[in-house]
C-alpha cells in the first residue's frame, strides 16, 4: 500500500481572502479570532479565523444575513465561534458560474435551521443551516512540543514533513499552541523547498 502524498496545498489561491477554489479539496472548519469591519461595500466584512494565514473570509451579503439570522448582530460575540464552510460551484456572479463559499454547519445554534436566503434578484431559496457541536481546541504539552520540533528537525523531504503536518492537525490545537510550533515548521517547510 502506498503512502498518502496531500498536495491539497499546492491549489491554494494566490489572494488576500479565503476563496471558493480553498474548498475544492473539502469543506473546511473555521474557529473565529476576530471580526473586522472594513470601508469596501462589496464586502464590508472580514472574519479571521485560526489559521488563516492573512487571509480572512469575506461572506458575501446572503451568508451575512445568515449570521446575523443565526447569532446576533454583535460580531464581537462571534469570535471563538466555529463555522464548516464548503465550496458552492453553483454560484454565479452575473450570467457566469463561478463557485463561491457557503455555510454547512454553525456553532453556538440550539439546532439545524431553515432559512430563506436571495440567491440574485427575485430569485430566493432555502438553505439548511446545520448546528455544529463546537470542537473543543486542545493545548500543546510540553512533551508534545518537544516531539513535533524533533520530528521537524529530522524530516529531510517534503512527504516527511507532511507526516509531521498531519499529526499537528490531528492534535486540534489552539491558537496558542499552534503559535509555538507553526514558525518552526514554516522554516523548515522553507529550508526544504530550496
Not at 463561491?100 to 443551516?129: F, M, N, Q, W
Request: aromatic residues 6%.
Amino acid at each position: 500500500m502506498s503512502e498518502e502524498i496531500n498536495i491539497s496545498h499546492t491549489i491554494v489561491a494566490k489572494s488576500d481572502q479565503l476563496n471558493y477554489t480553498d474548498l475544492v479539496a473539502g469543506d473546511k472548519l473555521i474557529t473565529i479570532t476576530n471580526v473586522k469591519v472594513v470601508n469596501d461595500p462589496q464586502q464590508p466584512v472580514w472574519i479571521y479565523y485560526d489559521g488563516d494565514n492573512g487571509k480572512p473570509w469575506k461572506p458575501c451579503l446572503s451568508y451575512r444575513r445568515v449570521l446575523i439570522e443565526c447569532w446576533g448582530v454583535n460580531a464581537a460575540q462571534y469570535i471563538g465561534r466555529q463555522i464548516l464552510l464548503f465550496g458552492d460551484s453553483s454560484v454565479e456572479f452575473g450570467k457566469e458560474q463561478v463557485g463561491g463559499i457557503r455555510i454547512k454547519a454553525l456553532s453556538h445554534i440550539d439546532a439545524d435551521k431553515t432559512i430563506i436566503i436571495t440567491i440574485k434578484r427575485g430569485v430566493r431559496r432555502k438553505i439548511l443551516i446545520k448546528a455544529l457541536e463546537a470542537k473543543k481546541l486542545n493545548k500543546i504539552t510540553d512533551e508534545q512540543l518537544d516531539d513535533l520540533k524533533q520530528a521537524i528537525a529530522e524530516a529531510k523531504t517534503m512527504p516527511e514533513l507532511q507526516k509531521v503536518a498531519a499529526k499537528i492537525k490531528a492534535l486540534d490545537l489552539d491558537a496558542e499552541s499552534k503559535s509555538k510550533v507553526m514558525p518552526i515548521y514554516q522554516e523548515k517547510l522553507t529550508e526544504l523547498k530550496k
